[in-house]
């Protein structure tokens, strides 16, 4: 099986943010990711994860108002200066937590602006991006995400990433698959990463539909994890889902599956 991590924005949500790193640690994971983490300083969630000697393995830039339903930052041509603020943020709390990646959310279409220009600027700013993290060791991802939960989403497929990331052609910038969102947009998820593998370097997961803990939804998640075993993949495979009830009683996957 891979390597497990906890997406901690939502799993253990019981707990504050801070404290969320001795309940993963204490759950069986040896690393976490936030997507963002930006509500506290830095220096205090970097002790909390080495006080429950978990890794931080990645966090996503800032993205704006995108989460509140805006365009968000990263291809919005109009919005670059305010992606390099972004970046710029970014990279303190990546240097701070000693992250091994920075996920850029490309954002929705703004219909006042040119689609291809949004492209444009998307890749641009990835490869802004994975040119200023690379000095410090840090990958830079991009996702694609279902444009049925985020409508508008500039990339909502791995082909359209793949697009976007030709002409990025930066070799620190790469992408971050989402069982979920490969569901979602009903693609074939054994197809999708043996043709993409090579090009991710971070997989998220949960269940669909419901984007609930494995075994509540019809993914066949353990045979992917073992495809993923059989393609090479040395990554990690965050748990990105929405506990059905609690966080503790969704995590019988990790004991059966470790």
């Known amino acids: 099986m891979p390597r497990f991590a906890a997406n901690l924005s939502l799993l253990f949500t019981e707990l504050p ?5 001795a309940a993963a640690a204490a759950a069986g994971f040896d690393a976490v990711e936030i997507q963002f983490p930006y509500d506290y300083p830095a220096p205090l969630l970097r002790d909390a994860a080495a006080a429950a000697a978990v890794d931080i393995i990645l966090i996503n830039l800032p993205a704006g108002d995108l989460m509140a339903g805006g365009y ?17 943020e970014g990279e303190h709390y990546a240097q701070v937590l000693g992250v091994q990646m920075v996920n850029v959310l490309a954002g929705r279409f703004d219909p006042q602006q040119d689609a291809a220009l949004t492209r444009q600027t998307l890749a641009a700013n990835l490869a802004l991006a994975g040119e ?5 060791g840090i990958r830079v991802t991009c996702e694609a995400i279902n444009n049925l939960d985020m409508p508008g989403f500039v990339v909502s497929t791995p082909a ?10 930066h070799p620190n910038v790469g992408m971050q698959l989402d069982l979920y969102h490969l569901a979602r947009m009903r693609l074939d998820l054994a197809a999708t990463l043996t043709q993409y593998l090579s090009q991710t370097g971070h997989i998220q997961f949960a269940d669909c539909p419901g984007r609930h803990e494995p075994g509540t939804g019809e993914l066949p998640l353990a045979q992917i994890f073992a495809l993923l075993d059989e393609l090479g993949y040395t990554g990690w495979c965050a748990a990105e889902y929405k506990p059905a009830t609690s966080t503790a009683d969704s995590l019988s996957w990790l004991a059966s599956w470790y």
């Not at 990263?74 to 390099?84: G, L, N």
């Not at 200023?132 to 410090?136: G, S």
């Not at 359209?160 to 052609?169: D, I, P, Y």
């Open 72 to 88: 968000g930052l990263a291809s919005h041509p109009a919005r670059t200066a305010q992606f390099m603020a972004a970046l710029a």
């Open 132 to 136: 200023w993290l690379a000095v410090h």
């Open 160 to 169: 359209e990433l793949a697009a976007v990331l030709a002409e990025v052609a």
């Open 17 to 21: 943010l801070p404290a969320r790193f």
